[in-house]
């Protein structure tokens, strides 16, 4: 079966901090990997990465992709309160059709 | 801007009894999705179609079914409900990746409690 796993599970860490989020990936047939936020509804997209080695970037927010490896990283610097939420790793992978999968999040919360 | 909208925010059910959760996309996306969402565990995949007519269990299907008779809608089954279905339920959306990938987009969620 087809896995996503991200570590940690959870982190605390106070406002300013710069944290690092992993997410790894087991399997063949990769098309793109996605970093999403969740606060208190519907996750809210962050980045698509379909290239190694690519990093994107949005404001204190990067992430990067490492085929070779199987995983990627989510950045963030100077954190703020408002970053505090449920991040979360996903990828699209095609066995013929394409299936969307979740790893199990990791809980960020910014102590002010 | 692309709407994925589901029928209800919040749900009770009494146990035994047959449950639909609607969801529609506005987008002509070929790719629907349902996940129910528990504390710990993520986001995880119950069934998935990828056009009108077809799905494909995911990696939670018992205790499920699901329908698409039209391409902008995605229902989600529960033949009968048991306590153990009480969770988050979240739909979402996607074009087929190819040269343009796009993310999936989310419903507001659903959630359900049985009781």
């Known amino acids: 079966e087809d896995k996503v796993v991200q570590s940690p599970l959870s982190l605390v860490v106070h406002e300013g901090d710069t944290v690092t989020l992993n997410c790894s990936y087991e399997?063949?047939?990769?098309?793109?990997l996605l970093w999403y936020k969740q606060e208190k509804k519907a996750p809210t997209f962050l980045f698509m990465l379909?290239?190694?080695?690519i990093e994107k970037k949005s404001g204190r927010l990067s992430s990067i992709l490492d085929k070779k490896e199987l995983s990627s990283i989510l950045n963030i610097t100077a954190t703020q309160t408002g970053d505090s939420a449920i991040y979360l790793c996903a990828e699209y992978y095609n066995f013929g059709n394409e299936k969307l999968t979740f790893g199990t999040g990791t809980r960020l919360t910014i102590i002010p | 801007d692309v709407k994925v909208t589901q029928s209800s925010r919040y749900l009770v059910k009494r146990t035994g009894e047959k449950v639909f959760l609607e969801c529609v996309q506005d987008m002509d996306h070929e790719n629907m999705f349902w996940y129910r969402q528990d504390p710990g565990l993520g986001l995880r995949l119950i069934y998935f179609s990828y056009d009108v007519k077809m799905k494909e269990k995911g990696d939670i299907p018992e205790g499920y079914s699901v329908s698409r008779e039209k391409k902008e809608r995605f229902s989600l089954i529960l033949e009968s409900a048991s306590t153990n279905q009480t969770s988050m339920y979240l739909c979402?959306?996607?074009?087929?990746?190819?040269?343009?990938?796009?993310?999936?987009?989310f419903g507001q969620g659903t959630r359900l409690t049985v009781v």
């Open positions: 399997v063949t047939n990769f098309r793109s």
């Open positions: 379909t290239s190694s080695g």
């Open positions: 979402a959306s996607s074009y087929r990746t190819g040269p343009l990938n796009t993310e999936a987009f």
